[in-house]
């Protein structure tokens, strides 16, 4: 079965740190790109962040460049997000998501983790 | 960056409706929009992909089209089943790669 499990999550006070992880199996890690989106307590989809199948190419949104760090180890079929200065506004649920191949749409999702940043 | 605004952000239909969804990118996008079903507490899902493209394993009901740069989202006969809220997303060459605001979508 093709799958993407999350976790990391948690309860974190403003200014902190938190690293997730997503898990691959199912499918040849390697030939796919993966993105992180998030979504807000009661809001919509917000991407985060995209990475190539070789990290060469690596995106983030505006909103969290510079405290976002988007890596993958092939080796281990994982893809990783270190969040650092975590502020009120990165509370969401985090979801992985694999890119479609040849496409930039998101075929695959992970079941998401939980992150509250909250004093 | 290129703005998706997508509308209605709710709507109400009936059993056997058509229903039809809009996205307008502020810009030329070509067929990079991908359209996602999120039911309460679950992941997104996949739907239509490149503009028209259907996903496997999607019902032919759900079918989606481009007229410059407003992208439709149609459900030919809306089943219960597809109470959900909707989401558009660009996915041209460069990010950010934005969604729309999303449209939740009851039955009457």
């Known amino acids: 079965e093709v799958q993407l499990v999350e976790s990391g999550g948690g309860l974190v006070q403003p200014g902190g740190s938190l690293r997730l992880s997503c898990a691959a199996s199912?499918?040849?890690?390697?030939?796919?790109?993966i993105n992180w989106v998030r979504q807000a307590p009661g809001k919509g989809l917000e991407w985060v962040s995209y990475?190539?199948?070789?990290?060469?190419?690596?995106y983030y949104a505006d909103s969290v460049r510079g405290r976002f760090t988007i890596s993958r180890d092939n080796a281990k079929n994982s893809l990783y997000l270190q969040m650092n200065s975590l502020r009120d506004e990165d509370t969401a649920i985090y979801y992985c998501?694999?890119?479609?191949?040849?496409?930039?749409?998101?075929?695959?999702w992970g079941q998401g983790t939980s992150v509250t940043v909250s004093s | 960056d290129i703005q998706m605004t997508q509308s209605p952000s709710s709507l109400s239909a009936s059993v056997g409706d058509r229903v039809t969804i809009t996205c307008q990118a502020s810009q030329d996008i070509r067929d990079s929009v991908n359209w996602y079903q999120q039911k309460p507490g679950k992941a997104p899902k996949l739907l239509i992909y490149d503009a028209s493209k259907l996903e496997i394993g999607v019902p032919s009901r759900f079918r989606g089209s481009r007229s410059g740069t407003d992208f439709i989202f149609t459900i030919t006969s809306l089943q219960p089943e597809d109470i959900a809220t909707y989401y558009c997303?660009?996915?041209?060459?460069?990010?950010?790669?934005?969604f729309g605001q999303g449209t939740k979508l009851e039955t009457k």
């Open positions: 199912g499918f040849t890690f390697t030939s796919y790109s």
């Open positions: 990475i190539s199948t070789d990290s060469r190419t690596i």
């Open positions: 998501a694999r890119g479609k191949l040849g496409y930039y749409g998101m075929d695959v």
């Open positions: 997303q660009q996915s041209d060459n460069l990010p950010p790669y934005t």
